[in-house]
Protein backbone atom coordinates (compact mmCIF):
# COMPACT_ATOMS: atom_id res chain seq x y z
CA UNK A 1 0.00 0.00 0.00
CA UNK A 2 1.46 3.14 -0.79
CA UNK A 3 0.10 6.77 -1.56
CA UNK A 4 -0.51 7.84 -5.25
CA UNK A 5 2.20 9.10 -7.15
CA UNK A 6 4.77 8.91 -4.30
CA UNK A 7 8.22 7.13 -4.30
CA UNK A 8 7.24 4.19 -3.33
CA UNK A 9 3.74 3.79 -5.75
CA UNK A 10 6.09 4.86 -8.69
CA UNK A 11 8.58 1.93 -7.64
CA UNK A 12 5.69 -0.14 -7.29
CA UNK A 13 4.54 0.52 -10.55
CA UNK A 14 7.55 -0.04 -12.43
CA UNK A 15 8.02 -3.67 -10.59
CA UNK A 16 4.47 -4.13 -11.59
CA UNK A 17 5.16 -3.24 -15.46
CA UNK A 18 8.06 -5.55 -15.62
CA UNK A 19 6.13 -8.20 -14.36
CA UNK A 20 3.36 -8.04 -16.45
CA UNK A 21 3.39 -10.03 -19.40
CA UNK A 22 0.54 -8.24 -21.03
CA UNK A 23 2.80 -5.23 -21.00
CA UNK A 24 5.65 -6.61 -22.42
CA UNK A 25 3.72 -8.12 -25.35
CA UNK A 26 1.74 -4.43 -25.90
CA UNK A 27 4.58 -2.29 -25.77
CA UNK A 28 7.44 -4.28 -27.45
CA UNK A 29 7.87 -1.01 -29.71
CA UNK A 30 7.66 1.16 -27.20
CA UNK A 31 10.96 3.57 -26.70
CA UNK A 32 10.87 6.72 -24.70
CA UNK A 33 10.18 8.29 -21.52
CA UNK A 34 6.82 9.12 -19.84
CA UNK A 35 6.15 11.84 -17.25
CA UNK A 36 3.22 11.19 -15.60
CA UNK A 37 1.95 14.56 -14.09
CA UNK A 38 -0.92 14.66 -10.86
CA UNK A 39 -2.98 18.27 -10.33
CA UNK A 40 -5.37 18.55 -7.64
CA UNK A 41 -7.87 20.34 -9.83
CA UNK A 42 -7.92 21.16 -13.36
CA UNK A 43 -6.60 25.08 -13.16
CA UNK A 44 -3.78 23.96 -10.31
CA UNK A 45 -0.19 23.49 -11.79
CA UNK A 46 1.02 19.59 -11.21
CA UNK A 47 1.83 18.99 -7.35
CA UNK A 48 2.81 15.58 -7.95
CA UNK A 49 4.50 13.54 -11.36
CA UNK A 50 5.81 9.99 -11.50
CA UNK A 51 8.67 9.58 -14.59
CA UNK A 52 9.04 6.12 -16.36
CA UNK A 53 11.70 5.22 -18.41
CA UNK A 54 10.14 2.42 -20.93
CA UNK A 55 12.06 0.86 -23.32
CA UNK A 56 10.97 -2.60 -25.80
CA UNK A 57 8.52 -3.47 -22.96
CA UNK A 58 10.23 -2.61 -19.97
CA UNK A 59 10.58 0.02 -17.24
CA UNK A 60 14.06 0.77 -17.25
CA UNK A 61 13.84 3.77 -14.33
CA UNK A 62 10.39 4.50 -12.29
CA UNK A 63 10.54 6.98 -9.65
CA UNK A 64 8.87 10.72 -8.53
CA UNK A 65 9.64 13.19 -11.00
CA UNK A 66 11.97 15.92 -10.76
CA UNK A 67 12.04 19.52 -12.72
CA UNK A 68 14.07 18.35 -15.69
CA UNK A 69 12.11 15.78 -16.70
CA UNK A 70 10.26 17.25 -18.44
CA UNK A 71 12.73 17.85 -21.00
CA UNK A 72 13.57 14.20 -20.91
CA UNK A 73 10.62 13.08 -21.93
CA UNK A 74 8.90 11.35 -24.84
CA UNK A 75 5.44 12.45 -23.49
CA UNK A 76 4.23 14.38 -20.39
CA UNK A 77 0.22 13.14 -19.70
CA UNK A 78 -1.58 15.46 -16.99
CA UNK A 79 -4.54 14.62 -15.12
CA UNK A 80 -6.16 16.04 -12.36
CA UNK A 81 -6.94 14.30 -9.24
CA UNK A 82 -10.78 13.05 -10.63
CA UNK A 83 -9.34 11.94 -14.02
CA UNK A 84 -6.27 9.77 -12.24
CA UNK A 85 -8.84 8.44 -9.93
CA UNK A 86 -11.51 7.11 -12.75
CA UNK A 87 -7.93 6.06 -14.94
CA UNK A 88 -6.92 3.90 -11.60
CA UNK A 89 -10.36 2.56 -11.14
CA UNK A 90 -11.36 1.47 -14.54
CA UNK A 91 -13.95 3.52 -14.62
CA UNK A 92 -12.48 5.02 -17.96
CA UNK A 93 -9.70 4.43 -20.46
CA UNK A 94 -6.21 6.27 -21.27
CA UNK A 95 -7.53 6.96 -24.58
CA UNK A 96 -11.34 8.07 -23.88
CA UNK A 97 -9.59 10.41 -21.33
CA UNK A 98 -7.28 11.64 -23.95
CA UNK A 99 -10.06 12.64 -26.48
CA UNK A 100 -12.49 14.21 -24.04
CA UNK A 101 -9.71 16.18 -22.86
CA UNK A 102 -9.63 15.37 -19.51
CA UNK A 103 -5.94 13.56 -19.65
CA UNK A 104 -3.86 16.55 -21.27
CA UNK A 105 -0.52 15.95 -23.20
CA UNK A 106 1.23 18.40 -22.48
CA UNK A 107 4.48 17.15 -24.62
CA UNK A 108 4.10 15.07 -27.39
CA UNK A 109 1.34 14.67 -30.00
CA UNK A 110 -1.51 12.71 -29.85
CA UNK A 111 -0.72 10.66 -33.26
CA UNK A 112 2.41 9.63 -32.30
CA UNK A 113 0.91 7.56 -29.26
CA UNK A 114 -1.97 6.33 -31.00
CA UNK A 115 0.20 3.22 -32.26
CA UNK A 116 0.67 2.53 -28.17
CA UNK A 117 -3.07 2.45 -27.71
CA UNK A 118 -2.98 -1.12 -26.19
CA UNK A 119 0.62 -0.57 -23.75
CA UNK A 120 -0.77 2.91 -22.52
CA UNK A 121 -3.94 0.11 -21.72
CA UNK A 122 -1.86 -2.42 -20.33
CA UNK A 123 0.31 0.22 -18.03
CA UNK A 124 -3.01 1.76 -16.51
CA UNK A 125 -3.47 -2.39 -16.05
CA UNK A 126 -0.47 -2.92 -14.04
CA UNK A 127 -1.30 0.98 -12.37
CA UNK A 128 -4.59 -0.39 -11.59
CA UNK A 129 -3.03 -3.99 -9.72
CA UNK A 130 -0.68 -1.15 -7.66
CA UNK A 131 -2.71 -0.54 -4.24
CA UNK A 132 -2.56 3.14 -3.51
CA UNK A 133 -4.23 4.79 -0.31
CA UNK A 134 -4.54 8.59 0.32
CA UNK A 135 -1.55 7.89 3.64
CA UNK A 136 1.48 10.28 3.34
CA UNK A 137 1.35 12.71 0.77
CA UNK A 138 -1.89 14.07 1.48
CA UNK A 139 -3.47 13.07 -1.65
CA UNK A 140 -7.07 12.63 -0.86
CA UNK A 141 -9.03 9.99 -3.20
CA UNK A 142 -11.48 11.79 -5.29
CA UNK A 143 -14.39 10.90 -6.28
CA UNK A 144 -16.44 11.58 -9.01
CA UNK A 145 -19.02 14.55 -8.71
CA UNK A 146 -22.07 12.40 -8.04
CA UNK A 147 -25.17 14.23 -10.11
CA UNK A 148 -28.67 14.87 -8.22
CA UNK A 149 -31.22 11.97 -8.58
CA UNK A 150 -33.01 12.88 -11.88
CA UNK A 151 -36.40 13.31 -11.37
CA UNK A 152 -38.20 14.20 -14.66
CA UNK A 153 -42.06 15.81 -14.32
CA UNK A 154 -43.25 14.96 -17.44
CA UNK A 155 -44.27 17.91 -18.75
CA UNK A 156 -44.00 17.00 -22.25
CA UNK A 157 -46.45 14.05 -20.87
CA UNK A 158 -47.37 12.85 -24.43
CA UNK A 159 -43.54 12.02 -25.17
CA UNK A 160 -44.44 8.61 -25.11
CA UNK A 161 -47.76 7.54 -26.43
CA UNK A 162 -48.19 4.08 -27.59
CA UNK A 163 -49.88 4.12 -31.24
CA UNK A 164 -51.64 1.20 -29.89
CA UNK A 165 -53.20 2.00 -26.66
CA UNK A 166 -55.18 -0.91 -25.99
CA UNK A 167 -56.53 -4.43 -26.75
CA UNK A 168 -60.29 -4.06 -25.78
CA UNK A 169 -61.67 -7.65 -27.56
CA UNK A 170 -60.06 -10.65 -28.99
CA UNK A 171 -57.83 -9.67 -31.99
CA UNK A 172 -58.65 -6.09 -31.65
CA UNK A 173 -57.01 -2.99 -31.43
CA UNK A 174 -57.92 0.70 -31.11
CA UNK A 175 -55.37 2.62 -32.69
CA UNK A 176 -54.39 5.81 -31.59
CA UNK A 177 -53.59 8.96 -34.09
CA UNK A 178 -51.88 11.85 -32.68
CA UNK A 179 -52.05 13.84 -35.82
CA UNK A 180 -55.91 14.20 -35.05
CA UNK A 181 -55.61 14.07 -31.45
CA UNK A 182 -55.43 17.77 -29.33
CA UNK A 183 -51.65 17.16 -29.25
CA UNK A 184 -51.54 17.45 -33.23
CA UNK A 185 -47.72 18.39 -34.46
CA UNK A 186 -45.21 19.92 -31.81
CA UNK A 187 -43.60 21.53 -34.03
CA UNK A 188 -41.60 23.28 -31.23
CA UNK A 189 -39.39 20.32 -30.40
CA UNK A 190 -35.84 19.44 -31.78
CA UNK A 191 -36.70 16.62 -33.85
CA UNK A 192 -39.88 18.98 -35.58
CA UNK A 193 -37.13 21.67 -35.88
CA UNK A 194 -34.39 19.34 -37.19
CA UNK A 195 -36.99 17.92 -39.77
CA UNK A 196 -37.79 21.61 -41.05
CA UNK A 197 -34.14 22.29 -41.56
CA UNK A 198 -33.93 18.87 -43.42
CA UNK A 199 -36.87 19.72 -45.81
CA UNK A 200 -34.88 23.05 -46.71
CA UNK A 201 -31.28 22.09 -46.35
CA UNK A 202 -31.81 18.35 -47.13
CA UNK A 203 -33.11 18.32 -50.97
CA UNK A 204 -29.96 18.39 -53.47
CA UNK A 205 -29.61 15.64 -55.91
CA UNK A 206 -27.12 13.44 -56.08
CA UNK A 207 -27.63 13.07 -60.03
CA UNK A 208 -26.97 17.44 -60.42
CA UNK A 209 -23.29 17.24 -59.12
CA UNK A 210 -21.22 18.38 -61.84
CA UNK A 211 -18.12 15.68 -61.94
CA UNK A 212 -16.44 17.19 -65.25
CA UNK A 213 -13.61 19.08 -63.82
CA UNK A 214 -12.97 16.74 -60.99
CA UNK A 215 -12.87 13.76 -64.09
CA UNK A 216 -10.19 15.55 -65.40
CA UNK A 217 -8.29 16.37 -62.12
CA UNK A 218 -8.14 12.50 -61.25
CA UNK A 219 -6.37 11.69 -64.39
CA UNK A 220 -3.81 14.02 -63.26
CA UNK A 221 -3.21 12.67 -59.93
CA UNK A 222 0.05 10.49 -58.85
CA UNK A 223 -0.89 7.13 -58.70
CA UNK A 224 -0.07 7.36 -54.42
CA UNK A 225 -2.63 10.33 -54.25
CA UNK A 226 -5.49 8.21 -56.75
CA UNK A 227 -4.64 5.29 -54.04
CA UNK A 228 -5.24 8.02 -51.12
CA UNK A 229 -8.81 9.12 -52.04
CA UNK A 230 -9.59 5.34 -53.38
CA UNK A 231 -9.10 4.05 -49.70
CA UNK A 232 -10.69 7.18 -48.41
CA UNK A 233 -13.92 6.99 -50.36
CA UNK A 234 -14.23 3.36 -49.98
CA UNK A 235 -14.19 3.34 -46.17
CA UNK A 236 -16.92 5.99 -46.90
CA UNK A 237 -19.15 4.35 -49.02
CA UNK A 238 -19.50 1.23 -46.92
CA UNK A 239 -19.80 3.43 -44.06
CA UNK A 240 -22.75 4.86 -45.70
CA UNK A 241 -24.15 1.73 -46.97
CA UNK A 242 -24.04 0.77 -43.26
CA UNK A 243 -25.62 3.78 -41.79
CA UNK A 244 -28.42 3.19 -44.75
CA UNK A 245 -28.82 -0.58 -44.21
CA UNK A 246 -28.65 -0.63 -40.17
CA UNK A 247 -30.85 2.54 -39.03
CA UNK A 248 -33.93 0.36 -39.64
CA UNK A 249 -34.22 -1.45 -36.11
CA UNK A 250 -33.63 1.71 -34.51
CA UNK A 251 -36.39 3.65 -36.81
CA UNK A 252 -38.88 0.88 -35.83
CA UNK A 253 -38.07 0.85 -32.53
CA UNK A 254 -39.12 4.77 -32.21
CA UNK A 255 -41.74 4.48 -34.50
CA UNK A 256 -43.40 1.92 -32.06
CA UNK A 257 -43.05 4.11 -28.90
CA UNK A 258 -45.08 6.46 -30.66
CA UNK A 259 -42.96 9.37 -31.06
CA UNK A 260 -44.17 10.94 -34.08
CA UNK A 261 -41.91 13.76 -34.47
CA UNK A 262 -38.67 12.00 -33.82
CA UNK A 263 -40.02 9.75 -37.00
CA UNK A 264 -40.91 12.38 -39.29
CA UNK A 265 -37.17 13.45 -38.83
CA UNK A 266 -35.82 9.93 -39.16
CA UNK A 267 -37.57 9.76 -42.90
CA UNK A 268 -35.15 12.36 -43.77
CA UNK A 269 -32.29 10.59 -42.22
CA UNK A 270 -32.57 7.52 -44.12
CA UNK A 271 -33.28 9.42 -47.19
CA UNK A 272 -30.10 11.60 -46.48
CA UNK A 273 -27.70 8.25 -45.85
CA UNK A 274 -29.49 6.44 -49.27
CA UNK A 275 -28.47 9.40 -51.41
CA UNK A 276 -24.86 9.89 -49.64
CA UNK A 277 -24.56 6.14 -50.82
CA UNK A 278 -25.39 7.19 -54.43
CA UNK A 279 -23.22 10.79 -54.30
CA UNK A 280 -20.00 8.20 -53.26
CA UNK A 281 -21.16 5.79 -55.88
CA UNK A 282 -20.88 8.41 -58.51
CA UNK A 283 -17.44 8.99 -57.91
CA UNK A 284 -16.45 5.66 -58.19
CA UNK A 285 -18.16 5.54 -61.73
CA UNK A 286 -18.41 8.93 -62.86
CA UNK A 287 -14.67 10.43 -61.67
CA UNK A 288 -12.12 7.27 -61.15
CA UNK A 289 -13.83 4.98 -63.12
CA UNK A 290 -13.09 1.93 -61.00
CA UNK A 291 -15.52 -1.21 -61.07
CA UNK A 292 -13.16 -3.49 -58.91
CA UNK A 293 -13.90 -4.90 -55.54
CA UNK A 294 -12.65 -2.21 -53.06
CA UNK A 295 -12.54 -4.74 -49.69
CA UNK A 296 -8.85 -4.37 -49.60
CA UNK A 297 -9.05 -0.74 -48.31
CA UNK A 298 -11.02 -2.06 -44.78
CA UNK A 299 -8.73 -2.41 -42.22
CA UNK A 300 -9.35 -4.71 -38.75
CA UNK A 301 -10.60 -1.73 -36.87
CA UNK A 302 -12.88 -0.98 -39.74
CA UNK A 303 -14.04 -3.89 -40.02
CA UNK A 304 -14.60 -4.06 -36.18
CA UNK A 305 -16.65 -1.12 -36.32
CA UNK A 306 -18.54 -1.53 -39.74
CA UNK A 307 -18.55 -5.44 -39.54
CA UNK A 308 -19.89 -5.99 -36.01
CA UNK A 309 -20.20 -3.40 -34.00
CA UNK A 310 -22.20 -0.74 -35.77
CA UNK A 311 -24.56 -4.12 -37.39
CA UNK A 312 -24.77 -5.70 -34.11
CA UNK A 313 -25.90 -2.59 -31.77
CA UNK A 314 -28.45 -1.74 -34.28
CA UNK A 315 -29.33 -4.92 -34.77
CA UNK A 316 -30.38 -5.52 -31.29
CA UNK A 317 -33.17 -3.51 -31.15
CA UNK A 318 -34.99 -6.08 -33.14
CA UNK A 319 -35.26 -7.56 -29.96
CA UNK A 320 -34.56 -5.59 -26.86
CA UNK A 321 -35.62 -2.25 -26.72
CA UNK A 322 -34.44 -1.09 -23.20
CA UNK A 323 -33.44 2.27 -22.88
CA UNK A 324 -29.58 1.36 -22.56
CA UNK A 325 -29.76 -0.93 -25.48
CA UNK A 326 -30.99 2.57 -27.41
CA UNK A 327 -28.62 4.49 -26.24
CA UNK A 328 -25.71 1.64 -26.93
CA UNK A 329 -27.18 1.67 -30.19
CA UNK A 330 -27.03 5.53 -30.83
CA UNK A 331 -23.46 6.21 -29.09
CA UNK A 332 -22.45 3.43 -31.98
CA UNK A 333 -24.30 4.75 -34.91
CA UNK A 334 -24.11 8.79 -33.75
CA UNK A 335 -21.08 9.11 -31.94
CA UNK A 336 -18.69 7.23 -33.00
CA UNK A 337 -19.70 6.48 -36.79
CA UNK A 338 -20.96 10.02 -37.65
CA UNK A 339 -19.28 11.68 -35.19
CA UNK A 340 -15.69 10.78 -34.60
CA UNK A 341 -15.27 8.59 -38.13
CA UNK A 342 -17.73 10.61 -40.80
CA UNK A 343 -17.41 13.95 -39.96
CA UNK A 344 -13.67 13.22 -39.69
CA UNK A 345 -13.34 11.88 -42.82
CA UNK A 346 -15.47 14.79 -44.69
CA UNK A 347 -12.59 17.05 -42.91
CA UNK A 348 -9.85 15.42 -44.75
CA UNK A 349 -11.59 15.26 -48.20
CA UNK A 350 -12.43 19.31 -47.63
CA UNK A 351 -8.75 19.42 -46.98
CA UNK A 352 -6.96 17.41 -49.74
CA UNK A 353 -9.50 19.10 -52.20
CA UNK A 354 -9.29 22.69 -51.06
CA UNK A 355 -5.72 22.41 -50.05
CA UNK A 356 -4.81 21.50 -53.63
CA UNK A 357 -7.66 23.50 -55.39
CA UNK A 358 -8.89 20.14 -57.36
CA UNK A 359 -12.21 18.34 -57.72
CA UNK A 360 -14.97 21.38 -57.58
CA UNK A 361 -17.85 18.44 -57.32
CA UNK A 362 -16.07 16.44 -54.46
CA UNK A 363 -15.52 19.58 -52.62
CA UNK A 364 -19.27 20.85 -53.19
CA UNK A 365 -20.15 17.16 -52.44
CA UNK A 366 -18.26 17.41 -48.91
CA UNK A 367 -19.74 20.32 -47.87
CA UNK A 368 -23.22 19.15 -48.12
CA UNK A 369 -22.38 16.07 -46.62
CA UNK A 370 -21.36 18.02 -43.45
CA UNK A 371 -24.32 19.87 -43.35
CA UNK A 372 -26.56 17.02 -43.43
CA UNK A 373 -24.72 14.87 -40.72
CA UNK A 374 -24.98 17.84 -38.46
CA UNK A 375 -28.57 17.17 -38.24
CA UNK A 376 -28.25 13.53 -38.02
CA UNK A 377 -25.58 14.49 -35.08
CA UNK A 378 -27.92 16.81 -33.55
CA UNK A 379 -30.96 14.45 -33.57
CA UNK A 380 -28.67 11.51 -31.78
CA UNK A 381 -27.66 14.03 -29.38
CA UNK A 382 -31.27 15.20 -28.80
CA UNK A 383 -31.45 10.96 -28.65
CA UNK A 384 -29.29 10.81 -25.92
CA UNK A 385 -30.22 13.49 -23.66
CA UNK A 386 -33.72 12.51 -23.76
CA UNK A 387 -32.70 8.79 -22.83
CA UNK A 388 -30.35 10.56 -20.09
CA UNK A 389 -33.28 12.80 -18.67
CA UNK A 390 -35.82 9.78 -18.60
CA UNK A 391 -33.32 6.98 -17.30
CA UNK A 392 -30.89 9.15 -15.50
CA UNK A 393 -27.48 7.77 -14.27
CA UNK A 394 -27.32 4.01 -15.00
CA UNK A 395 -28.28 5.39 -18.37
CA UNK A 396 -25.79 7.91 -18.52
CA UNK A 397 -22.80 5.02 -17.21
CA UNK A 398 -24.24 3.17 -19.95
CA UNK A 399 -23.33 5.85 -22.20
CA UNK A 400 -19.68 6.14 -20.99
CA UNK A 401 -18.91 2.46 -21.09
CA UNK A 402 -20.14 1.82 -24.94
CA UNK A 403 -17.65 5.20 -25.44
CA UNK A 404 -14.96 3.31 -23.41
CA UNK A 405 -15.20 -0.03 -25.69
CA UNK A 406 -15.27 1.97 -29.11
CA UNK A 407 -13.28 4.79 -29.20
CA UNK A 408 -10.39 3.01 -29.45
CA UNK A 409 -10.87 1.31 -32.10
CA UNK A 410 -12.55 4.51 -34.21
CA UNK A 411 -9.13 6.14 -33.47
CA UNK A 412 -7.17 3.15 -34.64
CA UNK A 413 -9.08 3.46 -37.88
CA UNK A 414 -7.46 6.90 -38.59
CA UNK A 415 -4.55 5.27 -37.71
CA UNK A 416 -4.90 2.28 -39.58
CA UNK A 417 -4.96 4.17 -42.62
CA UNK A 418 -2.13 6.72 -42.52
CA UNK A 419 -0.14 3.51 -41.43
CA UNK A 420 -0.31 1.78 -45.13
CA UNK A 421 1.95 5.09 -46.42
CA UNK A 422 5.47 6.01 -45.56
CA UNK A 423 5.23 8.59 -42.86
CA UNK A 424 7.36 10.84 -44.54
CA UNK A 425 5.45 10.61 -47.99
CA UNK A 426 1.99 10.31 -47.22
CA UNK A 427 0.29 11.50 -50.28
CA UNK A 428 -1.03 15.23 -50.66
CA UNK A 429 1.16 16.02 -46.94
CA UNK A 430 -1.42 14.53 -45.16
CA UNK A 431 -0.73 12.94 -41.31
CA UNK A 432 -3.16 12.06 -38.75
CA UNK A 433 -2.61 13.97 -35.97
CA UNK A 434 -4.38 17.23 -37.03
CA UNK A 435 -7.55 15.24 -37.75
CA UNK A 436 -7.35 13.39 -34.77
CA UNK A 437 -7.34 16.58 -32.74
CA UNK A 438 -10.17 17.65 -34.73
CA UNK A 439 -12.05 14.71 -33.85
CA UNK A 440 -11.34 15.11 -30.19
CA UNK A 441 -12.88 18.55 -30.00
CA UNK A 442 -16.07 17.88 -31.86
CA UNK A 443 -16.61 14.31 -29.61
CA UNK A 444 -16.26 16.33 -26.87
CA UNK A 445 -18.57 19.06 -27.29
CA UNK A 446 -20.73 16.55 -27.74
CA UNK A 447 -20.23 14.87 -25.17
CA UNK A 448 -20.28 17.70 -22.37
CA UNK A 449 -23.55 18.44 -24.87
CA UNK A 450 -25.49 15.12 -23.35
CA UNK A 451 -23.93 14.98 -20.12
CA UNK A 452 -26.33 18.11 -19.62
CA UNK A 453 -29.40 16.07 -19.31
CA UNK A 454 -27.78 14.46 -15.85
CA UNK A 455 -28.96 17.68 -14.43
CA UNK A 456 -32.03 18.14 -17.00
CA UNK A 457 -35.97 17.39 -16.79
CA UNK A 458 -37.49 15.28 -19.93
CA UNK A 459 -39.13 19.21 -19.95
CA UNK A 460 -35.86 20.72 -20.25
CA UNK A 461 -34.24 18.37 -22.76
CA UNK A 462 -37.47 19.37 -25.02
CA UNK A 463 -36.91 22.89 -24.27
CA UNK A 464 -33.31 22.74 -25.25
CA UNK A 465 -32.33 25.06 -27.75
CA UNK A 466 -30.85 23.38 -31.24
CA UNK A 467 -28.33 20.40 -30.65
CA UNK A 468 -26.02 20.87 -33.59
CA UNK A 469 -22.76 21.45 -31.86
CA UNK A 470 -20.47 22.32 -35.06
FE1 LIG B 1 -24.08 9.88 -44.25
MN1 LIG C 1 -25.52 10.26 -41.14
Known sequence: MSALFSQAWAHALGEALNASAAYRDAAATWEGALLLEWLPDPQSPPEHSVYLDLWHGACREARVGTASDTEHSAFVLR???????????????????LLRGKLKLSKGS??????????????????????????????????????????????????????IVAAPAAGESVRRFQSISPTALRYDTPPMRLWDKAKRLGIWNPADIDFSQDRKDWAALADDERDFLLRLTAMFEAGEESVTADILPLMMAISDEGRLEEELYLTSFLWEEAKHVEVFRRFFDDVAGVREDLTRYHTPSYRRIFYDELPHAMGRLRTDRSPIAQARASVTYNMIVEGVLAETGYYVYHQVLQTRGIMPGMQKVSALLKGDESRHLAYGVFLLSRLVAEHGDPLWQAILARMNELVDPAVQIVHEAFACYDPTRVPFGQSAGPYVEYAMGQFEKRMARIERARAQTLADVYGGEEYETN
Not at 79 to 97: E, F, K, M, N
Not at 126 to 147: C, N
Request: charged share 10%; aromatic share 2%.
Open 79 to 97: GDAVTWDALLDGRTSPITA
Open 110 to 163: LAALLPHVAAANALVEAARQVQHSAAGIGIAPVSAPVSAPVSAPMSVPEAVAPN
